[in-house]
């Protein structure tokens, strides 16, 4: 697939994917610039890895700004605690990131990765099953075509 056909095909996939998937594709790029900061790091390469941190942090500052504080009163006390307890885990990679970039400590940069390849499991099955939810409100709302009625209109919520 040549770069212009690439970027396209990006592009498509950014403005038709669902709250669900677009999370998952940041937190895929937080992956990939973690992966790319501790391969240049490994490699001393520290210029190149202070960007691919700087952008792991972006990722994450992005990751947080999407969770917001809920309060009990509105969605009860185990959803308001659940949203803080997800927005102090990306604060926490925030930090570990950070203290792995400025003590170049690989050790914090593995922690950092295997709390996002944990996060982006828990977001796969969440887009998986938010694709089967979409898949059978669908199929529950189409009427039968050989009894002649029109099909019914269905909202994609999700």
């Known amino acids: 697939m040549s770069d212009q056909a690439h970027r396209a095909y990006r592009k498509a996939d950014l403005t038709t994917a669902s709250p669900q998937r677009l999370r998952l ?5 937080a992956i990939g610039y973690v992966t790319h900061a501790r ?7 520290w210029a190149v ?7 792991a942090r972006r990722a ?3 990751l ?5 504080a809920v309060p009990a009163s509105e969605h009860g006390p185990a959803i308001a605690e659940l949203a803080e307890n997800v927005r102090a885990l990306y604060a926490f990679l925030f930090r570990l990131l950070t203290e792995s970039q400025l ?7 593995d922690d950092a ?6 996060e982006r499991e828990t977001w796969r ?4 099953r938010a694709a089967d939810s979409v898949a059978l409100r669908a199929d529950a709302n189409v009427g039968d075509p050989n009894e002649g009625e029109a099909f019914p209109s269905f909202s994609l919520r999700v």
């Open 113 to 118: 990765l295997r709390l996002l390849t944990m």
């Open 60 to 62: 994450v500052i992005e």
């Open 49 to 55: 890895a202070g960007e691919a941190f700087v952008q």
């Open 25 to 29: 594709m940041l937190i895929d790029a």
């Open 39 to 45: 391969t240049h790091a490994q490699a001393s390469h």
């Open 64 to 68: 947080r700004a999407g969770i917001r």
């Open 103 to 109: 003590y170049r400590d690989p050790v914090r940069l």
């Open 125 to 128: 099955q969440v887009c998986e």
